[in-house]
């Protein structure tokens, strides 16, 4: 392949594979499935106007960076696009330095938000980069390549830093989509869709971004920072034909939509369910949402249309903690909300947030307790982490409670870097990893698991989940 676009997932780092997609940044140790880089493949679907097209996901395709290199061989991509986060940025690093010396004369674009959080320090800090995009990317990234390709040159356009001779120019924001329908849908076929599977039924899924942005003020989220404020929301009418795309060209059933609050607009959400019940589309899917949201009637009417699975930003079981991270939630409402899908039959998934500021070994534990009253049906557990431009990082480094400014420490699923007024950043860790093994290896938990186990795929997809949580038990340890 001559003159071509080269699209790079990187190798995962030290055996550890990680989720590079838009604000989530963690290893696969904190999350049970690998997610097909949606980013990369809308990339994909914009550059293939322009030039051939080559998508590599290291990470699924299971690629170190010798193997990576071997399958590229010696024809030189005119551009290379990489996608890095703050957890895996040292093997980010090490990889773009290894495309650099095999292909010296390509272009090296970067994306993600650890340019966007960092501007030009993050492209200073990695040397292998020509330029990188800020911000929401794909605007940005139609626009930059298509000047390069006729000019050669690096444009100085709104939303793009480059580097010119030992400095970092770096151009101004770009203004948000306001439509997201002008995107193009996802060139899914450049993929391998049968590499990303779900833990629970162990079927390909991917993803569909229904909505960007969120404008609840929750001090620890990167979301507001790189989509917005404003929630915009792609159309019924786009939504639902990327769902049949998928089902009529890629034969995938499975999706999990991707935004921060899906119920945001009840009216919107009814009547897209009640679409995919019209269209009998029979899709299997899941979504994340805020728990004062929902109520019964839009809960029966996700479950009607195939949900099988809601997460909830849950962060905390203590009402102190939600007020100090301005979560705008109580557990009243919290409680509520999971007894409400417990009543439509919609699985759960509580997210929790341990070492956020006022938390202490008694917060801590209210919400380990609250999480193993609620009925929910999984938990994620996190620490706090400070990313910049966020108000936690702000406060963070202002009251010196920073640990490691590491990138590479920045990591929602790893050991946390924060000391607290009450707890240091190991106590917090502990913690974490506490809830984690209580919540799960619960005899009362695993003997309702089992009683659901009906059919060998799903004991097989048992038998995965359980070596996750094993081995993710593990390697927390060893954080």
Not at 101 to 118: K, Q
Not at 196 to 220: K, M, S
Not at 457 to 479: D, P, V, Y
Request: aromatic share 12%; charged share 25%; hydrophobic share 35%.
């Amino acid at each position: 392949m001559k003159d071509y676009i080269l699209l790079i997932n990187p190798p995962a780092v030290e055996g550890k594979d990680y989720i590079r997609e838009g604000r989530c940044m963690q290893s696969t140790d904190s999350w049970v499935a690998i997610w097909p880089p949606l980013t990369l493949a809308i990339f994909a679907a914009i550059a293939r106007k322009y030039s051939d097209v080559r998508i590599i996901d290291c990470i699924a395709e299971r690629l170190n960076m010798p193997e990576l290199l071997e399958k590229l061989g010696s024809c030189s991509p005119q551009v290379i696009v990489v996608n890095v986060a703050f957890p895996s940025i040292e093997g980010d690093k090490e990889a773009v330095a290894k495309l650099r010396e095999r292909y010296p004369n390509s272009l090296i674009l970067g994306f993600g938000v650890f340019f966007t959080l960092l501007e030009k320090e993050g492209l200073e800090y990695c040397p292998g980069f020509d330029a990188a995009i800020i911000g929401e990317p794909e605007v940005t990234f139609e626009e930059f390549l298509k000047n390069y390709l006729e000019s050669g040159e690096i444009p100085g356009i709104p939303g793009l830093m480059y580097k010119k001779g030992n400095q970092v120019v770096v151009g101004e924001r770009r203004e948000f989509i306001e439509d997201l329908d002008i995107l193009p849908y996802p060139a899914r076929d450049l993929l391998d869709n049968n590499l990303y599977r779900l833990p629970n039924n162990g079927q390909p899924f991917t993803l569909v971004n229904t909505a960007r942005g969120c404008y609840y003020p929750c001090i620890f989220c990167i979301a507001p920072v790189y989509y917005g404020k404003k929630i915009r929301r792609h159309s019924i009418e786009y939504i639902v034909k990327e769902i049949e795309c998928c089902k009529r060209d890629l034969g995938l059933n499975n999706f999990l939509f991707w935004e921060e609050v899906f119920t945001f607009d009840k009216n919107f959400c009814i009547r897209l369910c009640d679409e995919f019940i019209k269209r009998e589309l029979k899709i299997r899917w899941a979504a994340t949402t805020r728990a004062d949201t929902l109520d019964l009637e839009i809960l029966t009417k996700m479950k009607d249309s195939g949900c099988i699975l809601l997460g909830l930003g849950i962060e905390s079981g203590s009402d102190k903690i939600l007020r100090e991270c301005k979560k705008g939630e109580t557990t009243g409402q919290i409680k509520e909300a999971v007894a409400l899908c417990k009543k439509a039959g919609i699985p759960t998934m509580g997210h929790f947030i341990f070492g956020l500021p006022g938390e202490d070994k008694s917060t801590a534990e209210e919400s380990i307790k609250y999480a193993l009253k609620l009925g929910l049906d999984y938990i994620q557990c996190y620490c706090a982490a400070p990313y910049p431009k966020t108000e936690l990082g702000q406060m963070a480094k202002k009251r010196n409670w920073i640990t490691s400014y590491s990138w590479n420490d920045y990591d929602f699923g790893g050991k946390s870097i924060i000391n607290t007024e009450s707890l240091s950043a190991e106590e917090v860790t502990r913690i974490k990893e506490k809830a984690f093994r209580r919540f799960y290896f619960r005899l009362g938990y695993m003997a309702v698991k089992i009683r659901e186990l009906k059919s060998p795929r799903r004991i097989l997809n048992a038998l995965n989940f359980t070596r996750w949580m094993c081995s993710s038990s593990k390697q927390k340890g060893q954080k």
